[in-house]
């Protein structure tokens, strides 16, 4: 029940790259529901895929297998349900994610049961690792000091759109993120962009890691094995409203859940996804005291701060102003960190 005193929230859901070394275990940390976990692991059991309970407990954690598709988006779904299960306090008005966070996103907003949840990012980050179609990078587009640069940008996709029209080279915008450009294609698209853009801050561009050219109409046939295997009966009316890649909101009581199944097996894996405008829109629709960003990781705030900046949210419009504001009052929590997951939860 919401008190007088209550502050609003928008949720959260990370997607991919989010579980690292310093996540593992995460789950034993956080996910209470054993039973639940247990009916999760016994899906992958049944599939011929490691436990969750097996990968979380590790005793090291490995690129090789902690960010494979069929293992990550798992991973990285359980412990995001676990994080907005745990969430106290505070009224969530609506729930967004990035990428993979979509599918997240369904079942804290309500529209996935759990089970339902685990079984489409189960399903579909097995088929992309099966397929493992094309690559992605990253780079950004505004300075150490997230000032917003149109012309940057701007210049950064006639270079992309320059490379995709080369014979034999495949390039496109696969994730608005904040002030970066998350981009999809085939080696010899990567390759160009890597070769045309200076390097930055002694990491980008950077090449992820087990990331296939999501977002991006190379991923046309994992889109159709996935509509294949899983049932627009899965889908039903959200409890919460939820933001897509697009910017639209899904409202309780009115989804066309056959448009909810298309796009979550259509759109959202083969066209471009804009967290930014995701995120602009979560800010504008619903005024938010707080955002809360779910586990695993904090890799996420940095983007959903860079994104309120482009929006030019509250006036902020550089990191600076983010910084002062996070200060003085908290507009953005991280519940990878601990200090701030007590903030939105009952025993942190």
Same mark, same amino acid.
């Given at each position: 029940?919401?008190?007088?005193?209550?502050?609003?929230?928008?949720?959260?859901?990370? #997607?991919?790259?989010? %579980?690292?070394?310093?996540?593992?275990?995460?789950?034993?940390?956080?996910?209470?529901? @054993? =039973? $639940? !976990? &247990?009916?999760?692991?016994?899906?992958?059991?049944?599939?011929?895929?490691?436990?969750?309970?097996?990968?979380?407990?590790?005793?090291?954690?490995?690129?090789?297998?902690?960010?494979?598709?069929?293992?990550?988006?798992?991973?990285?779904?359980?412990?995001?349900?676990?994080?907005?299960?745990?969430?106290?306090?505070?009224?969530?008005?609506?729930?967004?994610?990035?990428?993979?966070?979509?599918?997240?996103?369904?079942?804290?907003?309500?529209?996935?049961?759990?089970?339902?949840?685990?079984?489409?990012?189960?399903?579909?980050?097995?088929?992309?690792?099966?397929?493992?179609?094309? #690559?992605?990078?990253? %780079?950004?587009?505004?300075?150490?000091?997230?000032?917003?640069?149109?012309?940057?940008? @701007? =210049? $950064? !996709? &006639?270079?992309?759109?320059?490379?995709?029209?080369?014979?034999?080279?495949?390039?496109?915008?696969?994730?608005?993120?904040?002030?970066?450009?998350?981009?999809?294609?085939?080696?010899?698209?990567?390759?160009?962009?890597?070769?045309?853009?200076?390097?930055?801050?002694?990491?980008?561009?950077?090449?992820?890691?087990?990331?296939?050219?999501?977002?991006?109409?190379?991923?046309?046939?994992?889109?159709?094995?996935?509509?294949?295997?899983?049932?627009?009966?899965?889908?039903?009316?959200?409890?919460?409203?939820?933001?897509?890649?697009?910017?639209?909101?899904?409202?309780?009581?009115?989804?066309?859940?056959?448009?909810?199944?298309?796009?979550?097996?259509?759109?959202?894996?083969?066209?471009?996804?804009?967290?930014?405008? &995701?995120?602009?829109?979560?800010?504008?629709?619903?005024?938010?005291?707080?955002?809360?960003?779910?586990?695993?990781?904090?890799?996420?705030?940095?983007?959903?701060?860079?994104?309120?900046?482009?929006?030019?949210?509250?006036?902020?419009?550089?990191?600076?102003?983010?910084?002062?504001?996070?200060?003085?009052?908290?507009?953005?929590?991280?519940?990878?960190?601990?200090?701030?997951?007590?903030?939105?939860?009952?025993?942190?």
């Amino acid at each position: 029940m919401k008190t007088a005193a209550m502050k609003t929230a928008v949720v959260i859901c990370p #997607g991919r790259g989010t %579980y690292t070394k310093s996540e593992l275990g995460v789950l034993k940390r956080h996910f209470k529901d @054993a =039973g $639940l !976990l &247990a009916a999760f692991d016994a899906r992958r059991q049944a599939a011929g895929q490691e436990t969750l309970t097996a990968l979380d407990s590790a005793a090291t954690y490995s690129v090789a297998k902690h960010t494979r598709g069929d293992n990550a988006s798992a991973l990285i779904y359980a412990a995001t349900l676990a994080d907005f299960r745990a969430i106290e306090g505070v009224e969530v008005v609506a729930v967004t994610g990035n990428s993979m966070g979509w599918y997240s996103t369904l079942a804290c907003g309500g529209a996935l049961t759990p089970e339902g949840g685990f079984e489409v990012v189960n399903t579909m980050g097995t088929l992309m690792q099966e397929r493992l179609i094309g #690559g992605q990078l990253i %780079y950004p587009f505004v300075d150490e000091d997230w000032h917003p640069d149109p012309a940057r940008k @701007a =210049g $950064l !996709l &006639a270079i992309m759109a320059d490379i995709a029209a080369r014979l034999g080279h495949v390039l496109a915008l696969s994730i608005d993120l904040g002030g970066m450009l998350v981009l999809a294609g085939n080696e010899e698209g990567l390759k160009a962009f890597e070769g045309a853009v200076p390097p930055l801050q002694g990491r980008f561009p950077m090449r992820l890691a087990n990331h296939a050219a999501f977002h991006t109409a190379l991923q046309a046939p994992v889109a159709e094995a996935g509509r294949a295997r899983l049932s627009p009966a899965l889908f039903g009316q959200p409890r919460l409203p939820m933001i897509d890649g697009r910017g639209h909101v899904w409202w309780p009581g009115a989804c066309d859940l056959q448009a909810l199944w298309d796009y979550t097996l259509g759109h959202q894996v083969v066209e471009s996804y804009d967290f930014t405008k &995701a995120i602009a829109h979560a800010a504008r629709e619903f005024a938010p005291d707080l955002f809360i960003v779910t586990g695993p990781g904090t890799t996420l705030g940095g983007a959903v701060a860079q994104s309120l900046i482009l929006a030019n949210w509250r006036g902020l419009s550089a990191k600076a102003d983010f910084q002062t504001r996070q200060e003085a009052s908290p507009i953005l929590v991280s519940m990878g960190m601990e200090a701030q997951r007590t903030l939105v939860t009952a025993a942190g």
